[in-house]
Protein backbone atom coordinates (compact mmCIF):
# COMPACT_ATOMS: atom_id res chain seq x y z
CA UNK A 1 0.00 0.00 0.00
CA UNK A 2 1.29 3.38 -1.22
CA UNK A 3 -0.05 6.91 0.60
CA UNK A 4 1.18 10.07 -1.32
CA UNK A 5 1.18 13.57 0.14
CA UNK A 6 2.11 16.39 -2.46
CA UNK A 7 3.20 19.39 -1.03
CA UNK A 8 4.37 23.07 -3.18
CA UNK A 9 1.84 24.00 -4.98
CA UNK A 10 0.89 27.92 -4.78
CA UNK A 11 0.32 31.29 -6.92
CA UNK A 12 3.58 32.35 -8.98
CA UNK A 13 3.85 34.70 -11.55
CA UNK A 14 4.84 33.78 -14.77
CA UNK A 15 8.65 33.15 -15.22
CA UNK A 16 8.82 32.19 -11.96
CA UNK A 17 9.56 28.65 -10.37
CA UNK A 18 8.09 26.11 -7.80
CA UNK A 19 9.43 23.36 -6.35
CA UNK A 20 7.03 20.19 -5.92
CA UNK A 21 7.43 17.60 -3.35
CA UNK A 22 5.98 14.12 -2.55
CA UNK A 23 6.26 11.89 0.06
CA UNK A 24 5.32 8.68 -0.05
CA UNK A 25 4.38 6.27 2.90
CA UNK A 26 4.95 2.74 1.65
CA UNK A 27 3.63 -0.55 3.42
CA UNK A 28 4.71 -4.30 2.10
CA UNK A 29 5.29 -2.71 -1.63
CA UNK A 30 8.07 -2.09 -3.87
CA UNK A 31 7.86 1.24 -6.13
CA UNK A 32 9.38 1.12 -9.13
CA UNK A 33 8.03 4.47 -11.14
CA UNK A 34 7.38 7.85 -10.04
CA UNK A 35 6.07 10.80 -11.49
CA UNK A 36 3.61 13.84 -11.88
CA UNK A 37 0.90 14.19 -14.18
CA UNK A 38 -1.54 17.65 -14.24
CA UNK A 39 -5.09 18.31 -14.92
CA UNK A 40 -7.05 21.27 -15.55
CA UNK A 41 -11.13 21.43 -15.14
CA UNK A 42 -12.56 19.81 -18.40
CA UNK A 43 -9.48 18.14 -19.41
CA UNK A 44 -7.53 15.06 -19.93
CA UNK A 45 -4.88 14.50 -17.32
CA UNK A 46 -1.51 14.65 -18.79
CA UNK A 47 2.04 13.56 -17.88
CA UNK A 48 4.50 15.99 -16.72
CA UNK A 49 7.25 13.79 -15.88
CA UNK A 50 8.71 10.77 -14.37
CA UNK A 51 11.53 8.77 -12.83
CA UNK A 52 11.92 5.15 -12.29
CA UNK A 53 13.79 3.44 -9.73
CA UNK A 54 16.96 2.98 -11.86
CA UNK A 55 16.97 6.78 -12.82
CA UNK A 56 14.68 7.10 -16.09
CA UNK A 57 13.54 9.91 -16.97
CA UNK A 58 10.65 11.17 -18.93
CA UNK A 59 9.18 15.18 -19.63
CA UNK A 60 5.89 15.94 -21.57
CA UNK A 61 7.76 17.99 -24.63
CA UNK A 62 5.89 21.37 -23.58
CA UNK A 63 8.74 21.01 -20.29
CA UNK A 64 11.62 19.91 -21.26
CA UNK A 65 14.30 22.26 -20.11
CA UNK A 66 11.71 23.86 -17.86
CA UNK A 67 11.13 21.10 -15.59
CA UNK A 68 13.37 18.92 -13.32
CA UNK A 69 12.55 15.82 -11.46
CA UNK A 70 14.64 13.98 -9.26
CA UNK A 71 14.10 11.37 -6.39
CA UNK A 72 15.17 10.74 -2.88
CA UNK A 73 14.88 6.93 -2.33
CA UNK A 74 16.29 7.40 1.35
CA UNK A 75 13.10 9.32 2.32
CA UNK A 76 10.73 8.14 -0.46
CA UNK A 77 10.29 11.31 -2.10
CA UNK A 78 10.09 12.78 -5.68
CA UNK A 79 10.27 16.24 -6.35
CA UNK A 80 9.15 18.72 -9.50
CA UNK A 81 11.32 21.58 -9.89
CA UNK A 82 9.42 23.71 -12.27
CA UNK A 83 11.08 26.69 -14.01
CA UNK A 84 10.38 29.23 -16.30
CA UNK A 85 6.53 28.73 -15.65
CA UNK A 86 4.02 29.41 -18.28
CA UNK A 87 0.18 30.35 -17.44
CA UNK A 88 0.02 27.04 -19.81
CA UNK A 89 1.29 25.16 -16.82
CA UNK A 90 -1.46 25.90 -14.30
CA UNK A 91 -3.36 22.90 -13.56
CA UNK A 92 -3.72 20.09 -10.54
CA UNK A 93 -0.74 18.82 -10.12
CA UNK A 94 -0.81 14.54 -9.19
CA UNK A 95 1.99 12.46 -8.38
CA UNK A 96 1.67 8.93 -8.91
CA UNK A 97 3.70 5.70 -7.22
CA UNK A 98 4.25 2.40 -9.67
CA UNK A 99 5.43 -0.88 -8.68
CA UNK A 100 6.95 -3.34 -11.12
CA UNK A 101 3.98 -5.41 -12.11
CA UNK A 102 0.70 -4.66 -13.12
CA UNK A 103 -0.58 -3.14 -10.21
CA UNK A 104 -2.40 -0.16 -10.42
CA UNK A 105 -0.88 2.93 -9.96
CA UNK A 106 -1.36 4.87 -6.48
CA UNK A 107 -1.99 8.49 -6.78
CA UNK A 108 -2.01 11.50 -4.35
CA UNK A 109 -4.36 13.90 -4.06
CA UNK A 110 -3.21 17.10 -6.48
CA UNK A 111 -1.49 20.10 -5.54
CA UNK A 112 -2.86 23.22 -7.16
CA UNK A 113 -0.24 25.25 -9.23
CA UNK A 114 -1.33 28.22 -10.41
CA UNK A 115 0.72 30.61 -12.53
CA UNK A 116 -0.34 34.11 -13.50
CA UNK A 117 0.68 36.29 -16.65
Known amino acids: QVHLVESGGGLVQAGGSLRLSCVAS????????MGWFRQTPGKQRELVATVTSGGITNYADSVKGRFAISRDNAKNTVYLQMNSLKPEDTAVYYC???????????WGQGTQVTVST
Open 96 to 106: VADGFGDEQPF
Open 26 to 33: VREFKIDA
